[in-house]
T-cell receptor, first 111, second 114 residues
Framework: GENVEQHPSTLSVQEGDSAVIKCTYSDSASNYFPWYKQELGKRPQLIIDIRSNVGEKKDQRIAVTLNKTAKHFSLHITETQPEDSAVYFCAATINNNDMRFGAGTRLTVKP | DAGVIQSPRHEVTEMGQEVTLRCKPISGHDYLFWYRQTMMRGLELLIYFNNNVPIDDSGMPEDRFSAKMPNASFSTLKIQPSEPRDSAVYFC????????????FGPGTRLTVL
């Protein structure tokens, strides 16, 4: 069935470095791609999203890129800080009627 | 608005018992989602409602799980009978307009079935 693949499952970076998380999807009709951040013991919260009519979106240190031809999208975090440590989930609409989440990436930013 | 409200926050029960999880969506939101989160399977969509009507329940694991939304401000997820493998964090989320919009998650219910 339709799904969303996310890589890597864990990522460790030094404070100040960049972090990149990648997702691929299978439904060519997908048109909404949000990213959620989940801190330990807390609920997932939206940090940025992108729609299919845009190739890139940026919000301060966070950016998301979308390649509809290749059916993949990526989250970029620059100048990482320890408070960026969390689990990040990508998601995509499936069959225009459902939201499917990736398996998550545990990001650790070492001071 | 207080955001999405879930109760209880923690539930410990014994195998075979009935468990009922509750959710109050954000006022005005017409979509409500139930998710289950485990280390092994990640975040799984169980079911979602639009205007109180179940739209997609294909994620509901089996007949032991049922969900209802009797009105726009309340939904329940029931497990009967519960099993140890049901132990997980269950999140409720709501959104407005369409599926392609930000979902606001509740704090979750951590369920432990002994």
């Amino acid at each position: 069935g339709e799904n969303v693949e996310q890589h890597p499952s864990t990522l460790s970076v030094q404070e100040g470095d960049s972090a990149v998380i990648k997702c691929t999807y299978s439904d060519s009709a997908s048109n909404y791609f949000p990213w959620y951040k989940q801190e330990l013991g807390k609920r997932p919260q939206l940090i940025i999203d992108i729609r299919s009519n845009v190739g890139e979106k940026k919000d301060q240190r966070i950016a998301v890129t979308l390649n509809k031809t290749a059916k993949h999208f990526s989250l970029h975090i620059t100048e990482t800080q320890p408070e960026d440590s969390a689990v990040y989930f990508c998601a995509a609409t499936i069959n225009n009627n459902d939201m499917r989440f990736g398996a998550g990436t545990r990001l650790t930013v070492k001071p | 608005d207080a955001g999405v409200i879930q109760s209880p926050r923690h539930e410990v029960t014994e195998m075979g018992q009935e468990v009922t999880l509750r959710c109050k969506p954000i006022s005005g939101h017409d979509y409500l989602f139930w998710y289950r989160q485990t280390m092994m399977r990640g975040l799984e969509l169980l079911i979602y409602f639009n205007n109180n009507v179940p739209i997609d329940d294909s994620g509901m694991p089996e007949d032991r799980f049922s969900a209802k939304m009797p009105n726009a401000s309340f939904s329940t997820l029931k497990i009967q009978p519960s099993e140890p493998r049901d132990s997980a964090v269950y999140f409720c989320a709501s959104s407005s307009g369409v599926v392609n919009n930000e979902q606001f998650f509740g704090p979750g219910t951590r369920l432990t079935v002994l």
